[in-house]
Nanobody
Framework: QVQLVESGGGLVQAGGSLRLSCAAS????????MGWYRQAPGKQRELVAA???????NYADSLKGRFTISRDNAKNTVYLQMNSLRPEDTAVYYC?????????WGQGTQVTVSS
């Protein structure tokens, strides 16, 4: 079964850190660029960071320096290390291909940053 399962979210104080994981099943996700996305209440889903199979990365301008995306192709897993978290980072975080494949959106993982 082809699916994406996000984990690692939680409640953290401002300035704290979290590491999100995305376990992907399905060969396609070991080949295509992967991305982390987030959706805050009342806002559209946005791309946070993306990474190609060979490790090239790009980030939303507002997040550069705080977030780091990485992937382990052997484990078919994508990570998002989030440091210096801010209340405005509160959102549900999702992983998917980049650009996303709509049929494969998972449940996401909730990140809540308290002030």
């Amino acid at each position: 079964q082809v699916q994406l399962v996000e984990s690692g979210g939680g409640l953290v104080q401002a300035g704290g850190s979290l590491r999100l994981s995305c376990a992907a099943s399905g060969t396609i996700f070991s080949i295509v660029p992967m991305g982390w996305y987030r959706q805050a209440p009342g806002k559209q889903r946005e791309l946070v960071a993306a990474i190609t199979r060979d490790g090239s990365t790009n980030y939303a301008d507002s997040l550069k320096g705080r977030f780091t995306i990485s992937r382990d192709n052997a484990k078919n897993t994508v990570y998002l290390q989030m440091n210096s978290l801010r209340p405005e980072d509160t959102a549900v975080y999702y992983c998917n291909a980049s650009p996303p494949l709509p049929v494969y959106w998972g449940q996401g993982t909730q990140v809540t940053v308290s002030s």
